[in-house]
């Protein structure tokens, strides 16, 4: 197994406590609503806290059905989460799973600057190249930018 690592930064006009909303707690409500057009429902066993998983069910004509991420952690003072893509989505057979450390931080202009820190693990001696994993992130935005327009447009959501 090889473990690749890379780090992603992307800017949003919406306020950081609100982001780390809509990606953590209020995701089950949030990214069906924000995102028809690629996420049926999402299902959290028990409280979505360190372990919990997560299955988020993609609507018919996406790429991949579901997947499965597995709760890091959430730390609601730094707007900071980790989860782990444990199955389905994007990982084939050629990764075992992929870990992701976020963090939301403010901007002078009362938006959000996101970096991400992933974390990729090849199956045996697969490797990953910077074009799949730019590949991948491109595919995520199918999610993120609907829920980034629909608090936009709902300044009530998420706060």
């Known amino acids: 197994m090889g473990v690749f690592s890379y780090d992603y930064e992307t800017?949003?006009?919406?306020?950081?406590?609100?982001l780390f909303k809509a990606?953590?707690?209020e995701?089950?409500?949030?990214?069906?609503?924000?995102?028809?057009?690629?996420?049926?429902?999402?299902?959290?066993?028990?409280?979505?806290?360190?372990?919990?998983?997560v299955?988020?069910?993609?609507?018919?004509?996406?790429?991949?059905?579901?997947?499965?991420?597995?709760?890091g952690g959430h730390d609601e003072n730094n707007f900071s989460y980790s989860y782990s893509l444990i199955e389905g989505g994007p990982l084939g057979d050629k990764l075992e799973k992929i870990s992701y450390e976020n963090?939301?931080?403010?901007?002078?202009?009362?938006?959000?600057?996101?970096?991400s820190s992933m974390?990729?693990?090849?199956?045996g001696d697969n490797v990953?190249?910077?074009?799949?994993?730019?590949?991948?992130?491109?595919?995520?935005?199918t999610v993120?930018?609907?829920i980034e327009a629909y608090l936009l447009a709902n300044p009530e959501a998420c706060n």
Do not use: L
């Open 23 to 25: 990606f953590t707690v």
């Open 103 to 115: 963090k939301f931080e403010a901007t002078a202009g009362g938006g959000s600057i996101c970096k």
């Open 11 to 18: 800017t949003s006009p919406v306020a950081p406590a609100r």
């Open 144 to 146: 993120y930018k609907p």
């Open 128 to 141: 990953i190249t910077e074009d799949e994993i730019k590949a991948r992130i491109k595919g995520s935005e």
């Open 119 to 123: 974390k990729f693990y090849t199956v």
């Open 55 to 71: 299955k988020i069910n993609f609507v018919e004509g996406f790429p991949f059905q579901y997947m499965k991420h597995q709760i």
């Open 27 to 53: 995701a089950p409500k949030v990214w069906p609503t924000a995102a028809p057009n690629a996420v049926k429902s999402i299902e959290v066993e028990a409280n979505p806290s360190s372990g919990s998983i």
